[in-house]
């Protein structure tokens, strides 16, 4: 469900898995707190104790799953995954929130994934063909599905010959009775990383999940890379033919959390150097630099530091709206973004400001926010975009509405900014977008990270269209 008065593409989930720690339930909850950015309808984690496994999958904030109501008390075993869900469209509904778990020849398996599989519908037809009867909508279960049929031994083999038939995006945590996986597609879409704590290892989306609970980043696992977690240590496989690695820029733009290092690179310091690029390639002559917060922050810190505009806080942002008003009346939501976001008069009043934001997706909160902005005595608004045009949807487990609805897809610059009411509009470029992740430029034909969302170079050209998702979406409320 799309949160109201937000025009944000989503991170669609995170995972977390823990091996080997007597508090592994609890140290599960709070890494999945650390990943509440990458997911907010749903939570859930799977134990397993050496004998039986346990699992907890509810909707709701994992604070309010986890926090204090006994569902951690309720996991017993030192071995844990756990994912954190954002659904697209409609109500979540219990069966679809991961970790996944099912019994195979072999043993039991739990499986929670982040990313999006591009061949999910054929796959289905396939299965449901063969007799499957799928208990959700997730490409997670299409996964177990294809395991479940697999003629290979042990557990880890069949994994592995489910996901040589899938496409797209995926980071997925895996447990069975004796071991952890760790898997990422051979693009590398989505983040995952090792870490370690005691004697237990970890794995997470992002390393902001290690600091949470005090465990050691050890690296990032590999695109293409398979981690086996054992009683006996961690054995690393490639069972897939190698591909260019195409790790999701848009980690850098706004998904990420700035305090975690994705790839080798500091978010924040990627975020602040996309502001420094965009200060170059489109300085405006003005008063100051106001970022739209949260997100646009460390970029308009990075332009005002390489401009010498001074930086201020122009924009105030609420940070308990949100769930309560997820269902809003007509009243409330007239209210629009000014529940979020409030205009700091005293700053703003008689001045010429440079907006930063980190993307433009419809436009629609652009457009409120500089009306706001305005309204509040803003003499001259100059609006610097930390990303290039958003062109395309994103099919690699991000929610982004339907291409026609971009606003970059619909008008041309002037268009956008004549809809958003700015004295100036300027997206940072994509070769400036690789300068601030460290590359000299970005590769005509091979470029070193997806950026699809605004070039329209897909990995894995999509089979499955957001309109099958759609369809799936609302059979998980209807069924
Ligand atoms: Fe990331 Fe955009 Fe590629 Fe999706 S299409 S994975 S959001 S860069």
């Known amino acids: ?12 989930c995170g995972v977390f898995g823990v091996f080997g720690h007597d508090d592994a339930p609890a140290l599960t909850a709070l890494g ?12 859930g984690i799977v134990a397993f104790d050496g004998n039986h496994f346990t699992a907890e999958r509810h909707v709701g904030l994992v604070g309010d799953i986890f926090g204090n ?3 951690v008390a309720k996991l017993k075993g030192r071995n844990t995954i756990g994912h954190v869900r954002y659904s697209t469209t409609g109500g979540s509904v219990v069966r679809n929130v991961q970790p996944l778990f099912a019994d195979l020849t072999g043993g039991g398996l739990a499986l929670a994934h982040n990313g999006n599989l591009t061949n999910a519908r054929q796959l289905r037809r396939q299965l449901v063909a063969e007799g499957a009867i799928f208990q959700s909508t997730s490409d997670t279960e299409t996964i177990i599905h294809l395991a479940a049929r697999s003629h290979y031994e042990p557990i880890v083999e069949k994994l592995i010959d489910a996901l040589k038939r899938v496409e ?13 996986i760790g898997v990422r597609d051979p693009y590398g879409v989505r983040p995952l990383v090792l870490g ?13 999940a290690l600091d949470i609970i005090g465990a050691e980043f050890v690296r990032d696992i590999a695109a293409g890379e398979m981690v086996v977690i ?8 490639k069972p897939f033919p190698p591909k260019p690695n195409r790790f999701c820029i848009f980690e850098y ?30 300085p405006a002559a003005a008063d100051m630099v106001i970022p739209v917060p949260d997100s646009g922050v460390p970029a308009a810190l990075g332009f005002a530091e390489a401009s010498g505009l001074p930086f201020e806080l122009g924009i105030i942002r609420n940070h308990y709206v949100g769930r309560t008003f997820i269902e809003p009346s007509d009243t409330i939501r007239h209210l629009g973004v000014k529940l979020k976001h409030n205009a700091n008069r005293a700053k703003l009043k008689g001045k010429r400001i440079v907006l930063v934001d980190d993307s433009i997706v419809r436009g629609t909160t652009s457009k409120k926010i500089v009306e706001m902005v305005r309204d509040a005595g803003a003499t001259e608004v100059h609006f610097r975009i930390a990303s290039p045009p958003t062109t395309h949807s994103c099919f690699y487990g991000v929610d982004t509405p339907n291409k026609e609805d971009l606003l970059a897809h619909r008008m ?68």
């Open 230 to 237: 054992t009683k006996e240590g961690i054995e690393s496989h």
């Open 1 to 12: 469900m799309t949160a109201p008065f937000d025009d944000k593409l989503h991170e669609e």
């Open 69 to 71: 109501d006994g569902h």
């Open 32 to 43: 999945l707190h650390a990943l509440q950015h990458r997911g907010q309808e749903a939570a």
């Open 168 to 180: 797209g995006a995926y980071s997925l945590v895996a447990l069975t009775s004796k071991k952890l």
């Open 412 to 479: 041309n610059l002037t268009g956008m900014r004549d809809f958003i009411n700015a004295d100036s509009l300027a997206f940072i470029s994509m070769d400036g977008l690789y300068r601030a992740v460290g590359e000299a430029k970005r590769l005509s034909g091979a470029p070193q990270f997806c950026d699809a969302c605004f070039s329209g170079d897909y990995p894995v050209e999509p089979t499955d269209s957001r309109e099958f998702r759609r369809q799936l979406s609302f059979l998980a409320e209807v069924v």
């Open 253 to 282: 733009v706004y998904f990420a959390r700035p305090d975690s290092s994705v790839e080798g690179r500091n978010v924040y310091d990627v975020r602040k150097a996309i502001g420094a690029e965009l200060a170059h390639e489109a």
């Open 196 to 208: 370690k704590l005691d004697n237990a290892f970890i794995l997470a989306s992002e390393t902001c």
